[in-house]
């Protein structure tokens, strides 16, 4: 009798650690996919990545879209400042042309990002529940050029105003 204890008790320990084994959690993904943040320096798209981080799976991928847009507007603003200083046809050292300028820029970029396409998504479930995106979107670079070409146009009609 004690020997047939001892059997069932021993199947019993055996079973309960492999059902614990087999029900462990997915390890939590501590670094970012191969692909995130990658520039690639083509001359076809200009990129912006970012993630989010919520309990909620749609909120998560919804922050990391938003926040990867606002990353793009970074590097588009940052690209149409340098093409507008190189371009000389306004003096952005002048405080006031500079105010016209950034106000322009940031409306024309804004408009512009929504439209950016997100080409990479993944989600990674943490032990928490909770739930961790990472994005990238990008814009066609000659669809930026169209975007800066038009900021120009309307800095002009805004310093002719002013004057």
């Given amino acids: 009798m ?3 204890l001892r059997s069932l008790a021993i199947v019993g320990i055996a079973t309960f650690t492999l059902s614990a084994c087999s029900s462990s959690p997915e390890p939590v993904q501590s670094e970012w996919p191969s692909w995130y943040d990658v520039r690639q320096n083509d001359d076809q ?7 989010g981080h919520s309990n909620n799976a749609n909120m998560a ?4 879209r938003l926040n990867a ?3 793009l507007a970074e590097s588009l603003q940052t690209s149409f400042e340098a093409e507008a200083r190189e371009g000389g046809q306004h003096n952005l050292d002048d405080p006031e042309t500079y105010g016209v300028f950034t106000s322009a820029m940031q409306e024309r970029t804004q408009t512009a990002v929504t439209g950016a396409e997100v080409y990479q998504i993944e989600r990674v479930r943490q032990d928490d529940g909770s739930v961790r995106v990472f994005v990238g979107v990008r814009m066609p670079r000659n669809q930026a ?4 070409r038009a900021l ?5 009609e805004r310093m ?4």
């Fill in 2 to 4: 004690q020997s047939f």
């Fill in 145 to 148: 050029e169209l975007t800066g």
């Fill in 61 to 64: 991928a919804r922050q990391a």
């Fill in 69 to 71: 847009r606002g990353e």
């Fill in 45 to 51: 798209y200009f990129y912006g990545f970012a993630e």
């Fill in 152 to 156: 120009l146009d309307e800095m002009d």
């Fill in 160 to 163: 002719q105003a002013t004057r």
